[in-house]
């Protein structure tokens, strides 16, 4: 009996091999029909045997190809029309793409034996790559994927990888970035002194300097990497000084995971992880000392090689451990111009390995842990971006600026939330160039136009990415509260517009309702109905505004002043620097003092009572070094933080805190026991606003939720009261995944918010 159906796949379909895969599965099951990509995935028409038709759809949905990951799948019965032969056609463009864009992929097992295979046509070549493996995203130009919308465009097929290219038996066959030594592009290396051409003696010259304590720069899939020893602690330190980078811990790339686990303890799951596709920098728990690679921390963050290039330095016998770092000066986002990476880096790197093949964005590594609540994205890019990471109810088109802080944007398309690469901190100016330019590529890519754009954007008029909403033409504008956004971007991720739930946000900062600093906050209500905010942190005063997150001391001044007969934190054992008396004294007179509910900053606080009374020299620091302090120890009584009348109270904790410390207590245990206490007096308050409000699902974001001690003890006790925690899974709790619950929250509310010329009039109002 003949069938016939015309299938429709959306999802991570193109450049993943889907079409030579659906080729060859039509011609095992004898049918007819055609293949193509098209602007929202991949369109199938099917004509045959009805059992090997329905035998094709079974294989379809089961056994995708590896880096495939269907969303939809629509199967349409037509009518046969005589079909006997299946073939690919070419690609057609839509107006408005929604296809799914796959992420970069780490070079497969298959590649990798071709690439150690002196007889293989591609035997050490650097760009080797199949339709399972290689660069996407970064090299993707517009969509459909096609090589002639790729960087790959400049290179014809020499005769070997057009046969391949074009055999439907050959793992090669579509695989668009497909080159090899005779016909595609290589690396060189250049100093200062010489210039190597040459993929093999470049790569093997670069292992030399790497050997002998050299700083390298390194072309690799979505920007340039600075590389070194790591081993080598004058090498470290040297790349310190060059960088500005003082304290922040640097990332390592290990030969393999033998290595791994010579330096690291590294569970199963973290393995997984470290090994899964998305090859992320994972952090884990460090076993050997690496001087000046993450001073004072008890984690490395650890990733595998993930391109034939990083494998041939390895066997070309680079240190097994290098330092692998974003190609960068502090704070700025990564290089991937070659041109603009010689400018930028000329004072940090003694050679550069430069590879010839343009990359279409920047996108650097990402970074995820195993936490106590699952694996957890701590910066996420390459590897995950720009994947689809929610279905959201939206009838248009969104876009979604995030945060001024570990910014990331998101594009809704079709109902489709795809979350950009990791930006950056838009302080910076580099960093808000490629805010725009990210902005800019996203909208060309799917074809969207300004006008009649809803753009979600913080409520915060000073934030830059609120600046640049307002000056986009033809846009209509909606705002979003920090702290809602990140509850909403939980619920984004699962799909929940209905369940009501209790979110609780911390964090450091965020603009709040009432135009004071909010980071310690509770909500009840839903993505449909919205959110109200029930309960806060006590407030305090945050003297000098943001300057109190550089300073541990300053914070310290607008929490303290709250407390009576405390001992002089400006003597022993405090020793506080003069910056704390004059923090104190415009504390004491309400004079350049802004009202907060910052979790942030009363981790903060209990920093500097510890002894962390220096400036930071990264977002968190303090906040870190308690944890891990906190962390050596298995228990001690919880310091109180009572709940009252909407309020948790942090005076008895820090009352405590400060004269434990005149006792001598152990800071390891005062530490432990505020962390206990916090968790303890969030628990407290959950449970009771979960029975006065009929909910028991529990919402956690926030940058202070990537505290692993604190999730896990709040995890515990909201268990304890047989309440669920739910948390993110596929954007990051910080600022990374406030854009995905800005378009959630925009979505859900229909977009009616004030006009541009009320966020313009508030804009010139805020001092």
């Given amino acids: 009996m003949t069938s016939a159906c015309a299938i429709r796949v959306r999802g991570v379909v193109q450049g993943v091999g889907f079409r030579p895969f659906v080729f060859r599965l039509a011609k095992e099951n004898v049918l007819g029909g055609w293949v193509a990509n098209d602007a929202e995935g991949v369109e199938i028409l099917l004509e045959g045997d009805a059992r090997g038709v329905e035998t094709f759809v079974q294989t379809l949905r089961s056994q995708p190809p590896p880096a495939a990951q269907i969303a939809t799948l629509e199967i349409t019965v037509t009518l046969p029309v005589g079909l006997t032969d299946f073939t690919i056609r070419g690609s057609s463009d839509g107006e408005h793409p929604t296809a799914r864009i796959s992420p970069d992929l ?249 590879g010839e093949r343009p990359i279409a964005r920047r996108v650097d590594d990402s970074v995820a842990r195993v936490s106590v609540a699952g694996p957890s994205i701590l910066r996420r890019s390459r590897g995950y971006a720009p994947s689809a990471v929610a279905t959201l109810p939206a009838n248009r088109p969104i876009l979604a600026l995030g945060a001024d802080l570990k910014n990331a944007i998101t594009l809704v398309v079709d109902g489709q939330a795809f979350v950009s690469q990791h930006i950056g901190d838009l302080g910076h100016f580099e960093s808000l160039c490629a805010f725009r330019e990210a902005i800019d590529d996203l909208l060309c890519m799917y074809r969207v136009s300004l006008d009649g754009l809803l753009v979600a954007h913080d409520s915060h008029p000073q934030y830059l990415s609120t600046q640049y909403a307002a000056s986009l033409p033809g846009a209509d504008l909606f705002a979003v509260q920090h702290h809602r956004a990140h509850i909403a971007s939980v619920l984004a991720e699962r799909g929940e517009w209905q369940q009501k739930v209790l979110g609780v946000c911390c964090d450091g900062t965020g603009y709040g309702d009432d135009g004071t600093i909010w980071g310690g906050e509770i909500f009840v209500g839903s993505l449909d109905s919205g959110f109200a905010r029930v309960a806060h942190l006590r407030p305090a005063l945050l003297v000098g505004g943001d300057a109190a997150a550089q300073h541990p001391v300053q914070a310290a001044a607008g929490f303290l002043h709250q407390l009576d007969d405390v001992p002089n934190p400006r003597s022993a054992p405090f020793n506080f620097p003069p910056r704390y008396a004059h923090a104190l004294n415009l504390a004491q007179h309400n004079s350049r003092c802004f009202v907060t509910t910052s979790v942030g900053r009363l981790f903060d606080t209990v920093a500097a009572l510890l002894g962390f009374t220096r400036e930071i020299t990264f977002e968190g620091q303090a906040a870190i070094e308690i944890e891990q302090l906190a962390s050596q120890v298995s228990s001690a009584e919880p310091y109180e933080c009572p709940f009252m009348n909407g309020e948790l109270d942090f005076r008895p904790a820090l009352w405590r805190i400060v004269n434990d410390r005149v006792k001598d207590r152990d800071i390891r245990e005062i530490a432990h026991a505020f962390h206990a206490g916090l968790a303890s007096g969030v628990t407290t308050a959950l449970f009771w606003l979960s029975r006065e409000n009929h909910v028991n699902k529990i919402v956690a974001s926030g940058g202070v939720f990537q505290n692993e001690l604190l999730l896990g003890m709040l995890r515990d006790g909201l268990s304890a009261h047989s309440l669920d925690l739910w948390t993110n899974r596929h954007v990051p709790a910080n600022d990374g995944g406030i854009s995905l619950g800005q378009a959630a929250i925009a979505a859900c509310s229909g977009g009616q918010d004030s006009t541009r010329e009320e966020l313009r009039t508030e804009i010139v109002r805020q001092p």
Wanted: proline share 9%; aromatic share 8%.
């Fill in 106 to 354: 780490p070079v497969c097992k298959q590649c990798l034996a071709e690439l150690a295979d002196p007889k293989n046509p591609r035997f050490a070549y650097p760009y080797i790559n199949c339709t399972e493996c290689g660069p996407r995203y970064s090299v993707i130009l517009d969509l459909p994927y096609d090589r002639a919308r790729t960087t790959m465009k400049s290179w014809p097929l020499d005769p070997l990888c057009r046969e391949q290219y074009e055999n439907p038996a050959d793992r090669r066959f579509h695989a668009q970035p497909v080159a090899c030594p005779s016909c595609g592009p290589g690396f060189f290396l250049k100093t200062a002194d010489e210039t190597i051409l040459g993929s093999e003696a470049s790569i093997r010259r670069a292992a030399e300097l790497l050997l002998t304590g050299h700083i390298v720069a390194i072309k690799g899939i979505g920007g340039f990497h600075v590389a070194c020893d790591a081993r080598n602690t004058a090498a470290v330190q040297a790349l310190r000084d060059r960088k500005f980078r003082k304290e922040k811990p640097f990332a390592v790339m290990v030969r393999d995971m033998t290595t791994a686990h010579s330096i690291a303890s590294i569970s199963m799951q973290s393995a997984l992880l470290m090994r899964s596709p998305a090859r992320p920098i994972t952090l884990v728990p460090v076993r050997s000392e690496f001087p000046g690679v993450a001073p004072g921390n008890r984690e490395i963050g650890i990733m595998l090689p993930y391109t034939p290039l990083h494998h041939l330095l390895f066997t070309a016998d680079a240190p097994d451990v290098l330092v692998m770092t974003s190609g960068n000066r502090s704070s700025e986002p990564i290089a991937y111009d070659d041109d603009d990476a010689q400018k930028r880096l000329a004072g940090i790197a003694d050679a550069f390995l430069i």
